[in-house]
């Protein structure tokens, strides 16, 4: 049964820095590795999406890697911006062909 | 771009009800699925429907739960006899056809309320 598990569950910092959110999961077998935002009370906003034959996604100040065989993906978000505070969740596509498994999300704030 | 649209965007209903939750996907996709949100908690796999059937279900889609393609357009998700479990955001999602690669387009999801 694929489990993803994301990490920091939670994450402050100030407008301009870095930052890298962490997503695990159990099972390396995927099709592919979605990551989604989501604001308050509203839906699935899909950001990146790596096929399992590919290494990273890139989408403006947005990057995100995939290394299949540790079960790992990172999403980069670079100069932070007010506008990017939300969570952001990662989503496995494997198993039964259709099932998407999430993980429980990283709750961004990005700081003025 | 086409988006997946879901009506009611809040429905709240009486503990034993059964509630209708609808879906318009996008038009040319095959594949529909239902997903839910408990406050708090992670997303979670319902269902999964292709070729008019269901193609696989999560052990929460129970028999209180069916799902629906009435006409060419909507994909529904009934509820016969609500519990104040059931509470939660709902999201459809769709993908088109193609290989299991293909991403998952998500609606902004129902919110459902039982009293």
């Known amino acids: 049964k694929q489990e993803v598990t994301q990490i920091p569950a939670a994450l402050s910092v100030p407008e301009g820095e870095n930052l890298v959110l962490n997503c695990s999961f159990t099972?390396?077998?995927?099709?592919?590795l979605q990551w989604f935002r989501q604001d308050p009370g509203k839906g699935l906003t899909s950001l990146l999406l790596i096929q399992s034959s590919q290494r990273e996604q890139t989408s403006g100040r947005l990057n995100a890697s995939l290394d299949k065989s540790s079960g790992r993906s990172t999403l980069y978000i670079a100069a932070s911006q007010p506008g990017d505070s939300a969570t952001y969740l990662c989503a496995v596509h494997s198993g039964g062909y259709q099932k998407v498994t999430f993980g429980i999300g990283t709750k961004l704030q990005v700081i003025p | 771009e086409p988006e997946v649209t879901q009506t009611p965007s809040h429905q709240v209903t009486q503990m034993g009800q059964e509630v209708i939750l609808r879906c318009v996907p996008i038009?040319?996709?095959?594949?529909f699925y239902w997903y839910r949100q408990i406050l708090g908690q992670k997303v979670e796999f319902l269902v999964s429907?292709?070729?008019?059937?269901?193609?696989?279900k999560s052990e929460i889609f129970d028999d209180q739960f069916s799902v629906e393609r009435p006409d060419g357009s909507n994909f529904t998700l009934k509820i016969r006899s609500t519990k104040l479990e059931d509470s939660a955001m709902y999201f459809c999602?769709?993908?088109?056809?193609?290989?299991?690669?293909?991403?998952?387009?998500f609606g902004d999801g129902t919110r459902l309320s039982i009293l």
């Open positions: 038009s040319n996709h095959l594949y």
């Open positions: 429907f292709y070729n008019n059937e269901i193609s696989e």
């Open positions: 099972d390396s077998a995927i099709y592919n």
């Open positions: 999602a769709s993908s088109p056809p193609g290989s299991s690669n293909q991403p998952q387009h």
